[in-house]
T-cell receptor, first 110, second 114 residues
Framework: RKEVEQDPGPFNVPEGATVAFNCTYSNSASQSFFWYRQDCRKEPKLLMSVYSSGNEDGRFTAQLNRASQYISLLIRDSKLSDSATYLCVVLYSGTYKYIFGTGTRLKVLA | ETGVTQTPRHLVMGMTNKKSLKCEQHLGHNAMYWYKQSAKKPLELMFVYSLEERVENNSVPSRFSPECPNSSHLFLHLHTLQPEDSALYLC?????????????FGSGTQLSVL
């Protein structure tokens, strides 16, 4: 089983749609969780950290379920500029090991 | 953003060449990383340095040799690479202090080995 699993997509959605991505992780010692965004041939950029209580940043909402070992990202009112690959990242407690999922591709269509 | 600067952006090299990738971070972070990203694969951690000491070495072939002369600079020395080493190589840094664990990337080096 992969340490961090994501549906690779692509998710093709119209502008204005709401889309949700899930990510599961296998190591219960995982401590910190993040969503990164990566555009084609560019470096990953931090989108948001994921906190146990859930957190929101504008149109983006992240949730963490430790019992089921998954995290989610919800994007509301999708924009064309949201088209990218979204990477789920898990950091193991007391280590420097950031483990990346393969990413989920999102295409927002006009 | 110029927090983490990587050079060169693109590199083409033959299998007998020796080259080096350079990374510099201007964020005052304690930890620096090398990652490899191949097509359709997740980012693979290669090396981690914390305060200039190597703390992770993920079974990387010896043809990749990291160097961390100080907490702001990181190098990846390449020699006798193979075509399958062609990939995007990403440098990153993180604070690793006070619970702030966000990872920041440089723009990457797209490496092609002929």
């Amino acid at each position: 089983r992969k340490e961090v699993e994501q549906d690779p997509g692509p998710f093709n959605v119209p502008e204005g749609a709401t889309v949700a991505f899930n990510c599961t992780y296998s190591n219960s010692a995982s401590q910190s969780f993040f969503w990164y965004r990566q555009d084609c041939r560019k470096e990953p950029k931090l989108l948001m950290s994921v906190y146990s209580s859930g957190n929101e940043d504008g149109r983006f909402t992240a949730q963490l379920n430790r019992a089921s070992q998954y995290i989610s990202l919800l994007i509301r009112d999708s924009k064309l500029s949201d088209s990218a690959t979204y990477l789920c990242v898990v950091l193991y407690s007391g280590t420097y090991k950031y483990i990346f999922g393969t990413g989920t591709r999102l295409k927002v269509l006009a | 953003e110029t927090g983490v600067t990587q050079t060169p952006r693109h590199l083409v090299m033959g299998m007998t060449n020796k080259k080096s990738l350079k990374c510099e971070q201007h964020l005052g972070h304690n930890a620096m990383y090398w990652y490899k990203q191949s097509a359709k694969k997740p980012l693979e951690l290669m090396f981690v340095y914390s305060l200039e000491e190597r703390v992770e070495n993920n079974s990387v072939p010896s043809r990749f040799s990291p160097e961390c002369p100080n907490s702001s600079h990181l190098f990846l020395h390449l020699h006798t690479l193979q075509p399958e080493d062609s990939a995007l190589y990403l440098c990153a840094s993180s604070p690793q202090t006070g619970g702030d664990e966000k990872l920041f990337f440089g723009s990457g080096t797209q490496l092609s080995v002929l």
